[in-house]
């Protein structure tokens, strides 16, 4: 059984900053693209960031420049720092990845819990 563990969300204040991070553990035998999506109330849930296997990366317009996404292969982890945060960053953020299972080697998307992010002074 795949499962992706997030923490590190919260309340912070306009200009703030905060570092998600999600970890993925289970029969795993490869992991390939790895995001980070969010859902605010009342809208659809928007992708925010990818990471691949090699470490390219991509971004929503909206977050260029203040969002980081990075990954830490050997942790099968993904992080998120979200910098210079604005109250219409927020949401639940959710992680994502493809990961292919030991078990029976078939690739699979997951998702974390999803964590709440507030922005709001």
């Known amino acids: 059984q795949v499962q992706l563990v997030e923490s590190g969300g919260g309340l912070v204040q306009p200009g703030g900053s905060l570092r998600l991070s999600c970890a993925a553990s289970g029969s795993i035998f490869s992991i390939d693209d790895m995001g980070w999506y969010r859902q605010a109330p009342g809208k659809q849930r928007e992708s925010v960031a990818v990471?691949?296997?090699?470490?390219?990366?991509n971004y929503a317009d909206s977050v260029k420049g203040r969002f980081t996404i990075s990954r830490d292969n050997a942790k099968n982890a993904v992080y998120l720092h979200l910098n210079s945060l604005k109250p219409e960053d927020t949401a639940v953020y959710y992680c994502n990845a493809a990961i292919t299972s030991g078990v029976d080697m078939n690739e699979s998307d997951y998702w974390g819990q999803g964590t709440q992010v507030t922005v709001s002074s």
């Open positions: 990471i691949t296997s090699g470490g390219s990366t």
